[in-house]
């Protein structure tokens, strides 16, 4: 989506406030000191960007924000959308994922299935040996293989979560980081709709 001056949103808002997302999240991290989710970035800020508090990084979003309420409303709009977005993304990233998962483990799950039925419907008179040497097989062969495999399994799809932000820390503080700042922008407007309203009478 473009604006009329050509520019797209995120190259609007950084033009006309500064405001950058990769910036802007990084200094929140800081404050909240819980991601783990930025480790590289997270102390490599600026000193002057580094806050301990969320007063300090409030004072900071106000310095940012325009003081027209007409520029205000739009920003808040502009991140309402920009929370949906990752929020979609998120939601889409778990129901493809997940469903791949437990696809995967049926099939671990099938084929030891396979497996054992396989023991049982042996004639009788060879089915006691046949058992035995299945479940010997299964305990020196079976377990040590389906162990590693859901090990990497489970270290792969952990690496895609943390990737696309499926069950990692980012999710959370993304919708941290939108939520405060709409709730500073929404705060601001109310403080620009009452002077604009004393200034009028």
Request: include cysteine.
């Given at each position: 989506?473009?604006?009329?001056?050509?520019?797209?949103?995120?190259?609007f808002?950084?033009?006309?406030?500064?405001?950058?997302?990769?910036?802007?999240?990084?200094?929140?991290?800081?404050?909240?000191?819980?991601s783990?989710?930025?480790p590289?970035?997270?102390?490599?800020?600026?000193?002057?960007?580094?806050?301990?508090?969320?007063?300090?990084?409030?004072?900071?979003?106000?310095?940012?924000?325009?003081?027209?309420?007409?520029?205000?409303?739009?920003?808040?709009?502009?991140?309402?959308?920009?929370?949906?977005?990752?929020?979609?993304?998120?939601?889409?990233t778990?129901?493809?994922?997940?469903?791949?998962?437990?696809?995967?483990l049926?099939?671990?799950?099938?084929?030891?299935?396979?497996?054992?039925?396989?023991?049982?419907?042996?004639?009788?008179?060879?089915?006691?040996?046949?058992?035995?040497?299945n479940i010997?097989?299964?305990?020196?062969?079976?377990?040590?293989?389906?162990?590693?495999?859901?090990?990497?399994?489970?270290?792969?799809?952990y690496?895609?979560?943390?990737?696309?932000?499926?069950?990692?820390?980012?999710?959370?503080?993304?919708?941290?980081?939108?939520?405060?700042?709409?709730?500073?922008?929404?705060?601001?407007?109310?403080?620009?709709?009452?002077?604009?309203?004393?200034?009028g009478?």
């Open positions: 989506m473009k604006k009329n001056n050509g520019l797209d949103y995120k190259e808002w950084k033009d006309k406030i500064d405001y950058d997302y990769e910036t802007e999240i990084v200094i929140y991290a800081y404050v909240c000191r819980t783990k989710s930025l590289k970035k997270l102390y490599n800020i600026d000193k002057s960007y580094q806050f301990d508090s969320y007063i300090e990084w409030q004072y900071h979003v106000k310095g940012l924000i325009s003081n027209k309420q007409v520029d205000l409303k739009e920003f808040k709009r502009y991140l309402i959308n920009e929370e949906r977005k990752r929020s979609s993304f998120s939601g889409m778990n129901s493809i994922v997940i469903p791949i998962i437990i696809y995967i049926g099939l671990l799950i099938s084929a030891f299935m396979d497996f054992y039925t396989g023991t049982i419907l042996q004639p009788t008179v060879d089915r006691q040996i046949s058992l035995l040497q010997l097989t299964y305990l020196v062969v079976m377990v040590p293989v389906v162990a590693v495999s859901m090990t990497v399994y489970i270290a792969l799809f690496k895609i979560f943390k990737i696309v932000g499926g069950f990692s820390n980012k999710d959370k503080l993304d919708k941290s980081f939108y939520e405060d700042y709409i709730e500073i922008v929404e705060s601001e407007i109310i403080k620009s709709t009452i002077i604009e309203r004393h200034d009478d």
